[in-house]
């Protein structure tokens, strides 16, 4: 309540009588380096998304339903409200905003860490309220003392033998798609498609290997702006090579000032101070990053080389499963420190780059927060009762790896064993889809709920994400979720498929797997695409009611499992050899 109070001074010293944090840094990126995360400083409440609006009576804080319970907790005796997203009774930011800045009031923004897309709502509801919105000020900056400082490590070449495909390649594909759109220049803000489009890695964001950079692309021109500190000579050598110009970070807002003719942008991933930098005369060309678009497709390269990571991430898995079994009871074992264990397995992997987010670690009552995050004074210890679910990854040289299993420790109740058969329908009827070419992720978004809601369960998220290469373990464009995703599922595209239940106060259960989409056949009545699945991971068997289980389901789970074995057990010794089948046995 301190720093809340400390900003309204700061606030009314600036004449700004409302302001906004959002989660975003001047990338719009979902995770952000620590010196971005003044949402959460503010706050206290550190989920991955977010967006606070303090005034000089009233404090709220916007979030999804990933972080309903974690928010609630973390919220009190703050004084900041809680406004859930896409729940009844609660207005969205801007229905806020446009019910209560009032007429010559002030609204402050940090342009460079709003999106484009919604400062242009913003100017809607200021025209219409008659207010103003200033967004030249960081405020955080008067408020955040110890402030972490810009991160300053060098960007490393990610090799062709994993990519598929050089630098000059992909730029040569991005400007083909400029000249359809009838766009002479592309400004790239978002950092995973940077890190894509040059064939670059960094580590300016935890668990993303990424830098902070801004790119511009013409037909006759391609510049990186970023912190020339972070690119040795070699690196300079070898973009010149790929057609790259390197420039200073701060010099793309006179570039893009000078752009006079067509610029394509996406508003959802650049940010209000660039979008602004753009002249009034130029013709303003919007939509998905073409990169996103391009990216999303894994070339046959990636593909093959996604395989062999998720082979080794496996591998990891088993290892972990085994230690997990055979450790509780025997000795202490908690949330942080089984953590701890399965990423000290991934990291003896070859080509292992550390984990891809945050572990995901939640015994009992804590799994039925979605974004659990373990800490020492959270940290349960784990026993041998109830249900343990880990969410975790890995990046690797040759992929990113995303995969949820909860585990049996011990008994269970009754309504554990339902819902966690329940989801595993779920998750089986997806993997077993087969859709007509132009299906989309809500098309197919039921197949994995049908079970639930014939229970009367549903849970309050999508079903599954794109998932990059080496990159963010998010990705768009694809997705599958009930509502708001058009994007086509194309082959080459990867997806998590994740299904869950989360009942507060008792548990939460979650089984995730990797899919690529595959052509399956093509006949009379169309092109038919189905899934792959990519991951190599036993599922606990100890709380499955093989009586709510289909024929179809039972064959697809030991089939999956048959896969499992065969795949990792080549790189198991003996003794591992064994407990992967009996973990993988039929049912």
């Not at 490393?156 to 000059?168: D, K, Q, W």
């Not at 790259?244 to 650049?270: G, M, W």
Request: glycine share 8%.
């Amino acid at each position: 309540m301190k720093i809340v109070n400390k900003l309204r001074t700061i606030m009314k010293n600036n004449n700004i009588d409302h302001y906004i944090i959002t989660s975003n840094d001047p990338h719009q990126s979902e995770y952000v380096a620590d010196y971005y995360k003044g949402r959460a400083y503010i706050s206290g409440f550190t989920g991955s998304a977010g967006t606070l609006l303090v005034s000089s009576d009233k404090a709220k804080l916007w979030t999804d339903g990933r972080y309903f319970i974690q928010a609630e907790n973390e919220l009190k005796g703050s004084g900041i409200e809680l406004m859930k997203i896409a729940t009844a009774g609660y207005p969205t930011l801007e229905e806020y905003i446009k019910e209560n800045v009032k007429e010559n009031e002030t609204l402050g923004i940090c342009g460079n860490c709003y999106a484009a897309s919604a400062y242009k709502k913003l100017l809607e509801i200021a025209e219409e309220n008659n207010f103003k919105i200033n967004l030249e000020h960081d405020l955080l900056n008067h408020v955040w003392n110890d402030r972490p400082e810009l991160p300053k490590e060098k960007i490393f070449l990610h090799n062709v033998m994993f990519s598929g495909e050089s630098a000059r390649e992909k730029i040569l594909r991005i400007r083909k798609r400029m000249s359809e759109l009838k766009a002479d220049n592309f400004i790239l803000s978002s950092l995973d498609d940077i890190a894509w489009t040059f064939n670059i890695r960094g580590n300016d964001v935890k668990f993303n290997p990424v830098a902070l950079a801004y790119a511009l692309i013409s037909q006759d021109a391609a510049t990186l702006y970023i912190d020339k500190k972070k690119v040795t000579d070699e690196i300079i050598r070898n973009l010149n090579y790929e057609g790259v110009k390197i420039k200073n970070y701060d010099d793309i807002f006179e570039d893009v000032r000078n752009i006079k003719t067509s610029v394509f942008i996406d508003l959802l991933k650049t940010n209000a101070e660039i979008y602004n930098a753009i002249s009034k005369e130029v013709k303003v060309i919007e939509g998905t990053n073409i990169t996103t678009e391009l990216k999303a497709i894994k070339n046959y390269v990636e593909l093959a080389s996604l395989d062999n990571c998720q082979v080794r991430d496996g591998v990891a898995m088993v290892r972990f499963i085994k230690w997990l079994k055979e450790s509780v009871g025997k000795i202490e074992v908690t949330e942080l420190s089984a953590t701890e264990k399965l990423s000290n397995l991934r990291a003896e992997g070859i080509n292992a780059k550390g984990d891809s987010f945050g572990t995901i670690a939640g015994y009992k009552d804590h799994a039925a927060m979605m974004h659990y995050s373990a800490n020492e004074e959270s940290d349960y210890e784990i026993k041998e009762e109830g249900l343990f679910l880990v969410d975790s990854g890995g990046q690797y040289l040759d992929g990113t790896t995303d995969i949820t299993r909860t585990f049996v420790m011990g008994d269970l109740t009754e309504e554990e064993k339902i819902d966690y058969t329940l989801v595993l329908k779920g998750h089986i009827d997806l993997s077993m889809a087969k859709f007509l070419k132009g299906t989309t992720g809500m098309h197919l978004d039921i197949l994995a709920r049908a079970a639930l809601w014939k229970h009367g369960i549903d849970y309050k998220c999508g079903t599954g994400h794109g998932v990059g290469f080496f990159l963010s373990v998010h990705e768009g464009p694809q997705g599958i979720r009930p509502s708001g995703n058009t994007v086509v599922l194309e082959p080459g595209m990867i997806l998590t498929n994740e299904p869950g239940v989360y009942k507060e106060g008792k548990h939460g259960i979650r089984i995730e797997n990797t899919l690529v989409v595959i052509k399956d056949e093509a006949n009379e009545f169309g092109d038919f695409y189905s899934f792959k699945t990519i991951s190599y991971c036993p599922i606990d068997l100890g709380a499955v009611i093989k009586d709510m289980l289909t024929k179809d389901e039972i064959n697809w789970l030991n089939n999956y499992h048959e896969t499992v074995y065969i795949k990792l057990a080549p790189f198991l010794n003996d003794e591992e050899k064994a407990f992967l089948k009996e973990i993988t046995r039929e049912i």
